[in-house]
T-cell receptor
Framework: EDQVTQSPEALRLQEGESSSLNCSYT??????LFWYRQDPGKGPEFLFT???AGEEKEKERLKATLTKKESFLHITAPKPEDSATYLC????????????FGKGTSLLVTP | DSGVTQTPKHLITATGQRVTLRCSPR?????VYWYQQSLDQGLQFLIQ???????AKGNILERFSAQQFPDLHSELNLSSLELGDSALYFC???????????FGQGTRLTVV
C-alpha cells in the first residue's frame, strides 16, 4: 500500500535557525513528490514537485530534495512568516493518481 | 489566489440534514478532487472527477456523493449528517492525473 510519512510532527525553531523536514514514501512507480504549505484554516498552497532522485528545487528560504526513498524540505534562516504546516504528497495509483498526503510537519518559528 | 473557488466558506447545520458544497476549478483544469480534513485524520482523499466522469474513489462514505457538471464545476453532497462529519472540506483541481493540484480555501462544516 502506498504510504507517505512525515517527521517530525512538530518543530519549533528560533528565527535564523536552519533545519530540515523529512518525508519518506513507499510508492510503487513514483510519479512525483509534491510539497505544500498550509496555514491554519486555509487551503494547501503548492510549493514544489520533484520527479527524480537527485532533483532539487528552491524557493526563497526553502529547498526541496529527493532521494529514492525520501524527500527533505530544507529551511534556511527561517523567519516567523515561515510558520505553517508543511505537507508532502505522492500520487496514489489506486486512486486515479490523486495525491496521498502525509500528516504534515507543524513548523513554528519564533523571533 | 489559487484560482479554485469554493462556496460557502462556512456552514453550520444540524444532525440528519443534507448540505451541498460547490467548487469551481481553475480555468483549463479538467480534474477535480474532494478532500476532507479533520484534526486527527489529516487530508483524506474522497473522490476524483475528470472531465465530467468519476475517476477514483477514496475514503468516501455512502452518505456522501459528488458530481461534475459540463461546465466542470463540481458539487459534493453530504446527507444524514453526523457530528463526526464536522471538518474542513477542500476541493482541488489539476490539469490531469499525477500533476500538481491547486486547492480552494475550503468549506468549514460544523454539524451540531
Amino acid at each position: 500500500e502506498d504510504q507517505v510519512t512525515q517527521s517530525p510532527e512538530a518543530l519549533r525553531l528560533q528565527e535564523g535557525e536552519s533545519s530540515s523536514l523529512n518525508c519518506s514514501y513507499t510508492v510503487s512507480g513514483l510519479r512525483g513528490l509534491f510539497w505544500y504549505r498550509q496555514d491554519p484554516g486555509k487551503g494547501p498552497e503548492f510549493l514544489f514537485t520533484l520527479y527524480s532522485a537527485g532533483e532539487e528545487k528552491e524557493k526563497e528560504r526553502l529547498k526541496a530534495t529527493l532521494t529514492k526513498k525520501e524527500s527533505f524540505l530544507h529551511i534556511t534562516a527561517p523567519k516567523p512568516e515561515d510558520s505553517a504546516t508543511y505537507l508532502c504528497a505522492a500520487p496514489n495509483s489506486n486512486s486515479g493518481y490523486a495525491l496521498n498526503f502525509g500528516k504534515g510537519t507543524s513548523l513554528l518559528v519564533t523571533p | 489566489d489559487s484560482g479554485v473557488t469554493q462556496t460557502p466558506k462556512h456552514l453550520i447545520t444540524a444532525t440528519g440534514q443534507r448540505v451541498t458544497l460547490r467548487c469551481s476549478p481553475r480555468s483549463g483544469d479538467l480534474s477535480v478532487y474532494w478532500y476532507q480534513q479533520s484534526l486527527d485524520q489529516g487530508l483524506q482523499f474522497l473522490i476524483q472527477y475528470y472531465n465530467g466522469e468519476e475517476r477514483a474513489k477514496g475514503n468516501i462514505l455512502e452518505r456522501f456523493s459528488a458530481q461534475q457538471f459540463p461546465d466542470l464545476h463540481s458539487e459534493l453532497n453530504l446527507s444524514s449528517l453526523e457530528l463526526g462529519d464536522s471538518a474542513l472540506y477542500f476541493c482541488a483541481s489539476s490539469v490531469g492525473a499525477a500533476t500538481e493540484a491547486f486547492f480552494g480555501q475550503g468549506t468549514r462544516l460544523t454539524v451540531v
